[in-house]
T-cell receptor
Framework: DAGVTQSPTHLIKTRGQQVTLRCSPI?????VSWYQQVLGQGPQFIFQ???????GRGNFPDRFSARQFPNYSSELNVNALLLGDSALYLC??????????FGQGTRLTVV | AQKVTQAQTEISVVEKEDVTLDCVYE???????LFWYKQPPSGELVFLIR??????QNEISGRYSWNFQKSTSSFNFTITASQVVDSAVYFC???????????????FGSGTQLTVLP
């Protein structure tokens, strides 16, 4: 079975631009969570979606948004990029009671 | 609010030594789950163990063991006879609430970089 798939794996954006990151969960998993991991720190929770509804939001500005599609894949959007948005963005999928399974992440560099 | 503290930023050991990674957590919830994840240089977080707040039974799995003590709010992780392949960043994490077992909203510690030298 395929694991959690994130795309792209790397990208470079300029300050002020917008970016969309994508996540495909493990088949059968209906929950997707997004995390931001700045270099040298632990991941920070951004959003959680379950059955296409937002179930949780971390302490991030409104420039961050997300959505989940009928096939349970998800997109994370970040507008008006700042240098501080440079990080590894991790997606985790889970069943209702299973532990989270993480993808390999998208490494975003803002220049 | 929840908080996870991993006081050890970096640990370096020689292969075959035992090493313990410390984790202290804070929460006012009575129902919560604690997790350990391993992050190799590739970046993917690899699940190691999950423990709920009602199960203080410690566990051994191969070279890994975990010590959960609610009295001290600690959830420590020990690797016995460490190997070079154990080199990675290890994260302790906390999830609270009735549906917390699925690790959908995790609070992570800052991680411990473990280096095992040959």
């Amino acid at each position: 079975d395929a694991g959690v798939t994130q795309s792209p794996t790397h990208l470079i954006k300029t300050r002020g631009q917008q970016v969309t990151l994508r996540c495909s969960p493990i088949s059968g998993h209906k929950s997707v969570s997004w995390y931001q991991q700045v270099l040298g720190q632990g991941p920070q929770f951004i959003f959680q979606y379950y059955e296409k509804e937002e179930r949780g939001r971390g302490n991030f500005p409104d420039r961050f948004s997300a959505r989940q599609f009928p096939n349970y894949s998800s997109e994370l959007n970040v507008n008006a990029l700042l240098l501080g948005d440079s990080a590894l963005y991790l997606c985790a999928s889970s069943s209702y009671v299973g532990q989270g399974i993480f993808g390999q992440g998208t490494r975003l560099t803002v220049v | 609010a929840q908080k996870v503290t991993q006081a050890q930023t970096e640990i370096s050991v020689v292969e075959k030594e035992d090493v313990t990674l410390d984790c202290v957590y804070e929460t006012r919830d009575t129902t919560y789950y604690l997790f350990w994840y391993k992050q190799p240089p590739s970046g993917e977080l690899v699940f190691l163990i999950r423990r709920n707040s009602f199960d203080e039974q410690n566990e051994i799995s191969g070279r890994y063991s975990w010590n959960f003590q609610k009295s001290t709010s600690s959830f420590n992780f020990t690797i016995t006879a460490s190997q070079v392949v154990d080199s990675a960043v290890y994260f302790c994490a906390l999830s609270v609430g009735i549906s917390s077992g699925s690790a959908r909203q995790l609070t992570f510690g800052s991680g411990t970089q473990l280096t095992v030298l040959p």
